[in-house]
């Protein structure tokens, strides 16, 4: 049933003396006053009765029914009029005076204030200099599912760790990492992923642009001086972005069906940064024989060094984890390079990187002296994470989860894309990499469609990640798109999915 309040809006020194509660024929609460009146609906269907409280109160001076100076009635007589608890009434008037409309005056009680019609007009009045807002952007974004991550576990894990947090880390004085971090990434690395190595080879960095940051200055500081550097064909935009100033230049290893080609045999210095495991962006996995054509490579060149990047091998759904390369490595000549980003959450910038034996010394002189930028103060609290096995859970958690979603993002793939897109089902990853086929392109003028295309998405705020992109001349690079289902929902791929087949199917031939 509705209730129906009226009560009187009265002056400064007005008392509800002349005031009486009356039933009408309806059966509705009535406050009858004799200056003027208010009249408040409370509607089981229109929301919590607070806000209803609230948005009354608005109206009324919208409408000056409430004007400033009028006085309301206390939250003990408005409950009882009203049939709802007290708490229900006080917590619309403290709303309404932390926004202004209202002013408590000390034992004689709350009142409208004088800017109360002001302040409600600048709430209405758009802002100019406030920009429309614009739909969210939508995109198949390979990064971490953060809607899953065990907040609890770490909301644990950020206690235990500060109870009695160690004062080295509050000074700032673990360089090259938190030494309890630093004991679990390398149990972590010999459990599962095969790599023999001591908590002293480990490095926490802020992710792999500070770790190639560190890496480029030990190198050029006396390992490889003037060392040509080479970075696969394609590779990540960003770490082609980071290196292609180098004074030497940049080189690119092409990379064919069974990985990263070799260069050509060098007297001069090289640095080669390779993702053998799973090369980015093609999601391929480098062939025993090209694993084992780099080794040797290593061990015969006079001065050729891997980097190693070891992003998303985590996530494995069919077969096993190849070993890093630098588990071979008799020469000490390969560094490993791995992030947490990827499989906890992007805003937690920790990553590491796993040096030979014989450069400690050399990699932590350079981290000193470009300064550390990983943050100290969350490291235990990964650590801790990590020691009590909830990262080893998470992990095993979200390889059931993402290979859930890259199944779901197939599906989608096969019902509206087969007629113009060719991929194949990744056995890990985060990510599929789906081409545009060559009889659709043949049929067509050399042009780069994929560009085209995400162009033309982007204007529905769809974003596309555009494999051509990721080559050094992306003019003559392979044409596709790299579409991430670990961190969209099903909706979102859907959506994605959908809108590349309407483009398809609006274009003529």
């Known amino acids: 049933m509705t209730l129906v309040a009226v009560f009187a809006s009265i002056g400064r020194t007005g008392l509800l003396k002349n005031s009486q509660i009356e039933f009408n024929f309806a059966g509705q609460v009535t406050m009858k006053h ?23 109160v608005k109206a009324g001076i919208r409408l000056q029914r409430l004007n400033p100076g009028d006085k309301l009635p206390s939250s003990r007589q408005l409950s009882v009029s009203l049939g709802v608890s007290r708490s229900t009434v006080a917590r619309a008037y403290d709303s309404l005076l ?18 109360a019609q002001y302040l409600l007009n600048v709430a209405q009045a758009p802002r100019r200099d406030q920009p429309m807002e614009r739909p969210p952007i939508l995109t198949c974004d390979s990064g971490a599912d953060t809607a899953t991550f065990p907040a609890r576990d770490w909301a644990a894990s950020m206690r235990r760790s500060w109870l009695n947090p160690d004062l080295k880390v509050l000074e700032g004085a673990y360089s090259d990492g938190f030494p309890p971090l630093k004991d679990a990434i ?9 790599v023999s190595c001591t908590a002293d080879q480990v490095f926490v960095t802020s992710g792999n642009r500070d770790a190639l940051g560190v890496l480029q200055h030990a190198l050029d500081a006396g390992l490889a001086a003037n060392a040509h550097w080479l970075l696969e064909n394609p590779s990540y935009t960003p770490m082609r972005a980071l290196l292609s100033n180098r004074a030497s230049g940049l080189g690119s290893l092409e990379v064919d069906a069974e990985g990263a080609r070799l260069p050509p045999r060098s007297e ?60 071979a490595d008799t020469r000490d000549r390969c560094f490993l390079v791995g992030s947490f980003s990827k499989v906890l959450f992007r805003g937690l910038r920790l990553g590491f990187v796993v040096v030979p034996p014989g450069e400690i010394d050399r990699f932590r002189a350079s981290q000193q002296a470009l300064g550390a930028s990983a943050s100290l103060p969350i490291q235990p609290v990964l650590a801790d994470f990590m020691r009590h096995g909830r990262f080893d859970r998470h992990l095993n958690r979200m390889r059931r ?45 050399s042009a780069r469609w994929d560009h085209q295309i995400a162009d033309a998405l982007a204007d529905n705020n769809l974003r596309l990640d555009v494999l051509s992109d990721h080559y050094a001349t992306p003019e003559i690079g392979e044409q596709g798109f790299l579409l991430g289902f670990s961190n969209p929902p099903e909706a979102t791929m859907s959506r994605v999915v959908r809108a590349l087949a309407d483009w398809f199917e609006r274009q003529p031939g």
């Open 34 to 56: 004799a200056l003027a009146s208010l009249t408040f609906h409370l509607e089981g269907e229109a929301g919590p009765y607070y806000q209803q409280l609230i948005d009354q």
């Open 98 to 115: 932390a926004e202004g409309f209202l002013v408590s005056e000390a034992k004689r009680g709350l009142f409208v204030a004088t800017s």
């Open 186 to 194: 390398a149990d972590y690395l010999y459990r599962v992923r095969g």
């Open 268 to 327: 001069s210095p090289q640095v080669a940064i390779i993702t053998p495991n799973r090369q980015y962006p093609l999601g391929i996995s480098m062939s025993p024989a090209r694993r084992q054509a780099w080794l040797q490579a290593v061990q015969e060149a006079p001065s050729l060094w891997l980097i190693e990047d070891d992003y998303d091998n985590e996530f494995i759904y069919q077969g096993r984890m190849g070993v890093p390369l630098m588990q």
């Open 401 to 445: 989860h993402y290979r859930m979603k890259r199944d779901q993002l197939l599906a989608l793939l096969t019902d509206h894309l087969t007629p113009w897109l060719d991929w194949q089902a990744p056995h890990g990853g985060m990510h599929i990499r789906v081409m545009l086929k060559p009889d659709w392109l043949a049929a067509r003028a």
